[in-house]
């Protein structure tokens, strides 16, 4: 089994951030990374399918050159080898056009399963799973909270969540893709060895250039206005009336605020 | 709050990829599993043995040592730092790491033959079986010279007698590098591999500390142990021995005590800047803002002479003198941070349900053994002036 798992470093929860000068983005010097928490199970579960079936978990990331610890940490943690598409022409694409990019090297790698994190906890567009798929011609499942290999090695049964406590079994064809939820297994730690192991592991570094994107393929189909911190207004209003009236009066305000259905 | 380790002058960017996962890793390890019951094992005087193998499988135990036998192969700044999140979490727990990794394993992997490295260094790195150290006697503390343990030649090994006192490990443990004078090779200092349940060896432990009190601390016993031919440290020979050994674990506790200060610098900053009196954070007014200043120095100045050392040692520049230093320094400068710290917290600083208190006891050990603060100060002052002034 080849397991593809893609892997995106991500400014760290805890980071305390500041808007760049552009107010574009945020202060990217400065401010501690991570690798995006979904991702860290995606890989802890290729992991367990290559201990438990044997083949190989190769990581896949795009970033600039500091996301090599995020890779180093993969490997460390068991991963065979990885593939590192790093160019600064690649920053601040729109989901497409690096899902494009992306599905180039994944193409010319192969694969049997994909996995990637569900969202990325910077952009949260939630997307690269699904286009990854589509733009390989193989079928995708979301949300997982169980990936199991059937036992012909052919189809992978994939739990998803839904909402409100309920799930879904659902059988794909192998090749598949498949995006991962948080929560699904529990990470091991990086030993000292595997990290140590993980560096002799090979790590192929790919620019836009040779994955055969030129300037005009990778004009951005979305850019990003402005980022802001959230505004808090808060607002405090004195319901008055009798306690039967202030009720009343309570539900048909927060109703109005929709927080109540 | 998580744990973020301190770094005002972006120490983190001098450091390799492999460093930083590998105190990532470690740190981790103490924030899910040691932070919670360390206290506990601290006020009921226990040492959480069942974590040993856990250290063994992350490869916590003897990691500077080669792949070969069973170990991580890290280069001194990441063991470095090892130590460091170990007493971060406690310094009894990076004593049991010290002891076993630059005490016991160091010296098999040094002066053993190849037998003693293959039979016990793998089991040592996996933590499945426990080492401890005997060079202090009950009379010989600051001059080890002066040792009275003996060891005489007997037909098909040797015989010890005597007796060892404030073993780290030493109840615990599976076997013993224990030195001694050997009376046949005009008392030239020898290292023994003293296996546990060996007739006329016992290892009573040392009750009533108030200091490190989740590590084990031990007297070794010898009445007339026979010990095989086979449990002699071939390579070992004179005082320089042990010594050898010394600079390694004491290495490890200049980073270690970094580790400390750190847990205790962090503690209090959160609580000034939570705790109001006069309707202000206390740590808005200037006396604190002062203490707060003098420590992130001196953590920042412990933090680079650590990591210079390291970096020395990697080139194996590093001399006893400048590892004295290190030592000298920085476990001063950790035991400062936990006073200080702890006046800061006011009354809750006394208590367990902080680390402060804890520490600044443990501490006053780490100042004391590995050679006392006063030591260190002679031998700087002796590498300076060329003049020896111990006796
Ligand atoms: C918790 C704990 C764990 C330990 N673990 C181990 C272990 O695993 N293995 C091991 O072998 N040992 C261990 N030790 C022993 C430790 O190394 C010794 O306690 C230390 O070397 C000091 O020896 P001492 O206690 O006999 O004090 P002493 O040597 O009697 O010193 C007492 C005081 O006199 C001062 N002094 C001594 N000589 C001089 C001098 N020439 N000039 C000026 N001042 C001097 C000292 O600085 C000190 O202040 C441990 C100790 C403790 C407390």
């Known amino acids: 089994m080849k397991i593809l798992v893609c892997v995106k470093q991500v400014p760290s929860r805890d980071a305390i951030l500041r808007l760049n000068e552009t107010s574009q983005w945020i202060q990217e010097r400065d401010i501690a990374y991570e690798v995006n928490e979904p991702d860290a199970y995606a890989v802890e579960e290729a992991l367990r399918i290559k201990e438990k079936l044997g ?67 910077d952009n949260g567009f939630g997307q690269t799973g699904v286009i990854l798929g589509e733009l390989l011609g193989v079928p995708s499942a979301t949300i997982a909270m169980a990936v199991e290999i059937q036992p012909d090695g052919k189809t992978v049964k994939v739990k998803r969540e839904l909402e409100s406590g309920w799930f879904q079994w659902y059988e794909l064809p192998l090749p598949a893709s498949i995006t991962i939820q948080s929560g699904l297994n529990q990470p091991r730690y990086a030993t000292l060895k595997g990290i140590m192991e993980a560096k002799k592991k090979p790590i192929q570094k790919l620019s836009a250039a040779n994955l055969g994107f030129d300037e005009a393929a990778l004009t951005p189909k979305q850019h990003v206005e402005k980022v802001y911190f959230p505004v808090k207004n808060k607002k405090t209003e004195i319901i008055e009336g009798s306690a039967k009236e202030a009720a009343a009066k309570l539900a048909a305000k927060l109703k109005e605020a929709r927080a109540l259905v | ?77 990441a063991y470095g730092l090892v130590s460091q999140e170990l007493e971060r979490g406690d310094s009894g727990i990076r004593s049991f790491a010290s002891v076993q990794g630059s005490l016991v394993m160091y010296p098999i992997y040094t002066f053993g033959s190849e037998e003693q490295r293959r039979k016990w260094l793998p089991q040592l790195a996996k933590g499945e079986k426990i080492g401890c150290f005997g060079l202090t006697e009950p009379d010989f503390g600051s001059n080890p010279a002066g040792m009275l343990t003996r060891a005489k030649r007997t037909r098909n090994g040797w015989l010890l007698n005597g007796s060892k006192a404030w073993i780290t490990n030493g109840t615990i443990a599976d076997v013993a590098v224990v030195w001694a004078k050997c009376e046949d090779e005009g008392n030239q200092i020898r290292g023994f591999l003293v296996e546990k349940g060996t007739k006329g060896f016992s290892a009573p432990e040392i009750h009533r500390k108030h200091s490190l ?179």
């Open chain 1, 55 to 121: 083949g190989e978990v190769v990581i896949l990331s795009m970033g600039p050159e500091r996301a090599q610890i995020t890779i180093k940490d993969a490997l460390a943690k068991g991963a065979t080898r990885a593939i590192h598409i790093c160019d600064p022409k690649l920053e601040h694409l729109d989901p497409l056009t690096q899902c494009r990019v992306m599905a180039e090297a994944i193409r010319r790698e192969g694969f049997d399963l994909l996995f990637t994190g569900l969202q990325s906890d």
């Open chain 2, 213 to 391: 009190r989740a590590s084990v601390t031990s007297e070794l016993i010898f009445e007339d142990c026979e010990i095989p031919e086979e449990n002699i440290l071939p390579g070992s020979g004179g005082l320089k021995s042990p010594l050898m050994c010394l600079s390694q674990a004491r290495y490890g506790i200049a980073w270690g005590a970094i580790g400390a200060a750190m847990a205790c610098y962090t503690t209090a900053l959160e609580y000034a800047l939570g705790r109001i009196q006069f309707d202000r954070p206390i740590a808005s007014f200037q006396l604190q803002q002062a203490k707060f200043a003098d420590m992130i120095t001196e953590i920042t100045k412990a933090q680079l002479l650590a990591l210079q050392l390291g970096r020395l040692k990697e080139q194996g520049k590093a001399t006893p003198a400048q590892i004295s230093m290190a030592k000298r320094n920085n476990v001063a400068m950790a035991l400062e941070v936990a006073r200080t710290s702890r006046t800061i917290l006011g009354g809750n600083g006394i208590t367990a349900d902080y680390p402060i208190m804890r520490h600044m006891n443990n501490l006053e050990s780490v100042y004391t053994y590995e050679g006392t603060h006063d030591i260190h100060t002679l031998i700087i002052g002796a590498e300076v002036t060329g003049i020896q002034a111990f006796r």
């Open chain 2, 1 to 77: 709050m998580k744990f973020k380790g301190v770094d005002f002058y972006n120490i983190d960017s001098l450091l390799t990829d492999e460093e930083k996962l590998t105190r990532d890793t470690v740190r981790e390890f103490v924030e899910t599993r040691i932070v919670p019951i360390i206290e506990d094992c601290y006020e009921k005087c226990r040492f959480p043995i069942e974590l040993v193998k856990e250290m063994g499988e992350l490869g916590l135990l003897g990691p500077t040592l080669p792949a070969e036998y069973g170990c991580a192969g890290l280069g001194q700044v």
